[in-house]
């Protein structure tokens, strides 16, 4: 057995406690600089050892949740933020960073650019987030730290929930009154009349749309078409009625409500269609449409209900369409 001097575990036992020993004047100065932290948090716990900065977790040592924050931002995903998610799970305070609002504000400039009515849906987020007094726009000379938010405070902020709130609504196939006269909408016919080249062939409607400026009013009328026409919103939403009588189907007038990826509507009928239009005009609306057109061949059993129906034997589709139109 060898003997080890007593004064050589003292020195091993110090100098693995070095990092939890008692700082000095000098050491407080120069290794462990202390975290800021809100009024209402005492600047020094007495009796409790100030550990080095290696030895703090990451959002403590870099003392505030904002850089944190800005640090996950670059690996948190607008389509799947399921990883920002597990990050928030981690601890309190990374809880605090992944909810921060300085990353889900990004999250949901980045979703909503390619979404219909952007520009809208922002301008109303940004009033929301006013409104609840997100902490992130807090005026202030010094950033809070982590250690400033009590476990019960660390709680989502605003643009968290404005996020998960427009997924849900995206999901959504019905339509209100408020959101069918919000905004103006785009009208195409499926088909056009047969050229006198092709009289057996009925050519799109898609690419010309009868008009671009229909609106439905506060007063139930249609405008901007090729007439006017009372409407009623029917089937919790999800039809659009403008035959002028109320529960019966009309292949021409009743319009049933489709949500696009986009988060866009479109109106269909078996001879109409309307897409809505945001603040970035008609251009473009239809171009999924007109890249998918295909000639379709009339069947031998199917017989056609249109005015000289009876010589059509082709007709220009959408493949993408979802909707069987009737010859």
Not at 3 to 8: C, L, N, R, T, Y
Not at 117 to 139: F, P, W
Not at 294 to 301: A, I, R, Y
């Amino acid at each position: 057995m060898i003997a080890v001097p007593m004064g050589a575990i003292a020195a091993i036992g110090n100098k693995r406690n070095a990092a939890w020993a008692y700082p000095t004047e000098h050491t407080l100065r120069t290794k462990a600089p202390r975290l800021s932290h809100s009024n209402n948090e005492s600047s020094s716990t007495p009796g409790r050892p100030v550990p080095n900065n290696d030895n703090l977790p990451i959002v403590e040592a870099f003392g505030t949740k904002d850089i944190v924050a800005t640090a996950l931002s670059f690996v948190a995903d607008a389509d799947v933020p399921t990883e920002l998610l597990k990050t928030s799970m981690t601890s309190k305070s990374f809880r605090a960073a992944a909810l921060s609002s300085i990353i889900w504000k990004e999250l949901c400039d980045s979703k909503w650019k390619t979404k219909f009515g952007y520009q809208r849906r922002m301008e109303q987020a940004e009033k929301v987030a006013q409104t609840e007094g997100n902490q992130d726009n807090l005026s202030s000379t010094q950033p809070p730290s982590i250690r400033s938010y009590p476990p019960s405070l660390i709680k989502a902020e605003s643009w968290y929930h404005l996020y998960w709130n427009e997924m849900k609504l995206s999901a959504l196939v019905q339509i209100d009154l408020l959101e069918l006269q919000a905004f103006p909408w785009s009208g195409c016919r499926w088909f056009r009349r047969p050229m006198h080249k092709y009289p057996a062939h009925l050519p799109s409607g898609i690419k010309k749309p009868v008009s671009n400026s229909i609106r439905f009013g506060e007063d139930c009328v249609v405008r901007g078409g090729d007439r006017e026409c009372l409407y009623n919103l029917e089937g919790e939403g999800t039809i659009v009625n403008t035959s002028g009588f109320s529960g019966e189907e009309c292949p021409v007038r009743t319009l049933h409500v489709h949500r696009l990826e986009n988060w866009g509507w479109e109106l269909r009928s078996q001879y109409f269609v309307c897409r809505s239009i945001d603040e970035n005009g008609p251009e473009g609306l239809w171009a999924d449409y007109k890249k998918a057109l295909v000639v379709q061949f009339k069947g031998e059993e199917e017989v056609s209900g249109r005015e000289g129906g009876e010589i059509i034997k082709s007709r220009r589709v959408p493949r993408s369409l979802e909707t069987e139109l009737r010859w």
